[in-house]
């Protein structure tokens, strides 16, 4: 047990006792286990810093062998006895790769404190803008760190977290797709693949390192040459290729090389041998980033160490894991359905995979995003994310995945609260970033949208989610000239992703060049194979250019097929036709994308293909009707907004 000074430290209405081993609420003592005590002793004594894991280990336990579960069981208690919790994080703030820091304002009680009176804390400072007010409504347990946390309850919205400056004077390293030899077999590829997510895995959870993320890094697959990845990442500085050759008995050989790319000089390289049923494949990862960092004289912290050595505990369950990573960089309807079915498999053999958890959500966001009806897909999304945070409640990228898909749900205030836990977590995730920009996109807050875009595009510059959802978000605004740039950018950057030339396509007809829209909405239809969605946005381009005989039968072309169609697209193509028929089907389709929880209605207050019902009074009154419906009514919007 730690040696307890008789001091008492007040935190809001809570008073803790180290004299006599309590927590006081009022007259009301909270119960608390020793080391649960404990452990909320030394965070507080040491508030003015970040705590690592081995320093409460050595605290709490007297440096006894103790699970990191154990740990993050210990402070979700210390949490619980002060009235919070792991998604609000007032009290013990997790620093991702660090630890934990005790981040509420903290009083060592006085003398007079001690007789019987308890002071009151402190007001917080004057503002003119009226912030202490709303502060002191939410007291006692509002943390005020280096930013601001947000107040997560749904009458109040404050600023997201803003982001740290970019740190250039950090190696910006790209890892592109090993090769792998001619006799390799598909699974060897799959392998190779997978080998480099870990490695750019591994190498992001160095803070002395930036890491271009996974979805940028694949998009060198084909051209791995430093006049071409500069070019599309001019700032990248190292290249980290590699080959992985297979021998005769099964062995195979990673070469990895790190390379200079300004100077196309051999920074580091070395050979290892593994056999992919053996437990130093797992580690082969983690090891390349350790030399990585060694070559470019990069220190890893304690913390990123034990990251960097966690491996899966039940080998055979990684096979399919990456077989389903495979299928989930082909982004079709098919093959997102097949990863899931891969990752179940992973997870059937290993109960505690957390990755593949995580990816398998990735793969039924992706699904509910493009594919398949959200009203349907939405409880398996939350189901998949649900079983990611009870077994790590502080996965930022858990939660960011969340945020994203409830904003996408119009779920407004749990989406605002899970993004802004999930950026106090890991500000280093683009998700989070696209989250906030559709979310303030919905609003109608321009600056904060280009705000939010200019961070996600830093982070994930490549990124094809982020490159569609992105120009959608501009242009629901009327950010038309940012929103030309974006696409443009955008369509350089992914010659063949069709939903970004069909994002490309309506941002032009909205600022009037139809003629443009068509022949981009057009070359959507043929790279995306006439997916149903594509159709439904050409059928929109052809009525507001005036070809108002092609719109029906392209809609009937997108019902044949079968699956999803978005009943809100729809109902803008029945708009485009410009006739009573048009707008009444409009508004019976914006209807059924209500019932279907279409993720296109986030833009409903906005979208101005919406005009026509807007401003007709026969059908306004029935419009509004539709924004109160998903939250985006003129009370709605203030409430968010106080």
């Known amino acids: 047990m730690l040696a307890m000074d008789g001091r008492k430290y007040q935190v809001g209405q809570f008073?803790?006792?180290?004299?006599?081993?309590?927590?006081?609420?009022?007259?009301?003592?909270?119960p608390v286990e020793p080391k649960v005590f404990d452990l909320l002793v030394f965070l507080i004594r040491h508030r003015d810093r970040v705590l690592t894991r081995e320093e409460l280990f050595e605290a709490v336990w007297g440096g006894r062998e103790v699970s990191d579960a154990t740990l993050s069981n210990?402070?979700?208690?210390?949490?619980?006895?002060?009235?919070?919790?792991?998604?609000?994080?007032?009290?013990?703030?997790t620093i991702r790769g660090r630890g934990y820091q005790f981040i509420a304002p903290v009083q060592e009680l006085t003398a007079n404190a001690l007789s019987g009176h308890v002071p009151a804390p402190a007001p917080p400072a004057a503002n003119p803008d009226g912030l202490?007010?709303?502060?002191?409504?939410?007291?006692?347990?509002?943390?005020?760190?280096?930013?601001?946390?947000?107040?997560?309850?749904?009458?109040?919205?404050?600023?997201?977290?803003?982001?740290?400056?970019?740190?250039?004077?950090?190696?910006?390293?790209?890892?592109?797709?090993?090769?792998?030899s001619d006799n390799a077999t598909e699974d060897h590829k799959t392998f190779a693949d997978q080998l480099t997510r870990e490695v750019i895995d591994n190498l992001r959870k160095i803070s002395g390192l930036r890491t271009v993320p996974q979805a940028s890094a694949f998009q060198f697959r084909g051209d791995k040459t430093p006049e071409h990845i500069l070019k599309r990442l001019p700032d990248a500085q190292f290249l980290l290729d590699g080959q992985v050759s297979v021998a005769p008995d099964g062995t195979l050989?990673?070469?990895?090389?790190?390379?200079?790319?300004?100077?196309?000089?051999?920074?580091?390289?070395?050979?290892?041998?593994?056999?992919?049923?053996?437990?130093?494949?797992?580690?082969?990862?983690?090891?390349?980033?350790?030399?990585?960092?060694?070559?470019?004289?990069v220190k890893i912290l304690k913390d990123e160490q034990h990251a960097l050595a966690q491996l899966p505990s039940v080998p055979r369950a990684y096979e399919p894991y990456a077989a389903g990573w495979r299928e989930m960089e082909l982004f079709t309807h098919e093959s997102m359905q097949r990863a899931v079915a891969y990752f179940d498999q992973a997870i059937a053999l290993d109960p505690d995979f957390l990755a593949a958890y995580q990816a398998k959500s990735d793969a039924l966001r992706s699904i509910f995003a493009y594919f398949e009806s959200p009203q349907e897909l939405l409880p398996k999304v939350e189901a998949s994310l649900?079983?990611?945070?009870a077994r790590d409640p502080d996965s930022a990228e858990a939660l960011s995945s969340l945020g994203l898909t409830q904003?996408?749900?119009?779920?407004?205030?749990?989406?605002?609260?899970?993004?802004?836990?999930?950026?106090?977590?890991?500000?280093?995730?683009t998700q989070t970033e696209l989250g906030f920009a559709l979310y303030y996109s919905a609003l109608g807050e321009k600056a904060k949208v280009r705000e939010s875009l200019a961070r996600a595009s830093e982070l994930d510059p490549l990124n094809t989610e982020l490159a569609d959802w992105g120009n959608w978000a501009l242009f629901m605004v009327g950010e038309q000239q940012a929103s030309r740039e974006w696409a443009e950018k955008q369509m350089r950057q992914h010659p063949d992703n069709g939903f970004v030339f069909c994002g490309a396509g309506i941002s032009a007809y909205l600022r009037g060049d139809e003629a443009e829209g068509v022949a981009l909405l057009e070359k959507g239809v043929a790279l995306s194979d006439r997916a149903p969605v594509a159709l439904i946005m050409l059928a929109q381009g052809y009525g507001y250019a005036g070809q108002k005989d092609k719109v029906l039968p392209l809609l009937a072309e997108a019902e044949r097929a079968k699956i999803y169609m978005c009943p809100y697209e729809t109902a803008v193509a029945y708009l485009s036709l410009g006739d009573e028929a048009g707008k009444a089907k409009a508004i019976e389709l914006l209807h059924e994308a209500v019932d279907k929880r279409s993720n296109c209605l986030i833009f409903l207050r906005n979208d101005p293909r919406m005009k026509a019902l807007r401003e007709d009074p026969r059908y306004a009154g029935r419009f509004e009707k539709l924004l109160a419906l998903v939250g985006l009514d003129e009370t709605a919007v203030r409430s968010y907004q106080k």
């Open 386 to 389: 649900a079983a990611v945070l």
């Open 15 to 30: 008073v803790i006792d180290t004299a006599r081993y309590r927590i006081n609420s009022g007259d009301t003592a909270v």
């Open 132 to 180: 202490p007010r709303r502060i002191g409504r939410l007291r006692p347990l509002l943390a005020v760190v280096a930013f601001l946390v947000p107040v997560l309850f749904f009458g109040s919205r404050f600023l997201s977290v803003p982001p740290s400056p970019p740190e250039h004077n950090r190696p910006y390293i790209l890892v592109v797709p090993f090769g792998v």
């Open 407 to 429: 904003v996408m749900a119009w779920q407004w205030k749990p989406a605002w609260e899970n993004l802004n836990r999930a950026k106090v977590l890991d500000r280093s995730l």
């Open 253 to 297: 050989r990673i070469t990895p090389r790190l390379a200079d790319l300004r100077q196309d000089l051999d920074v580091w390289g070395s050979p290892f041998t593994v056999r992919v049923d053996d437990r130093n494949f797992f580690e082969t990862p983690a090891e390349i980033a350790k030399a990585v960092a060694a070559a470019l004289k």
């Open 74 to 93: 210990h402070v979700k208690n210390a949490r619980k006895a002060l009235g919070d919790s792991g998604e609000l994080q007032q009290t013990i703030q």
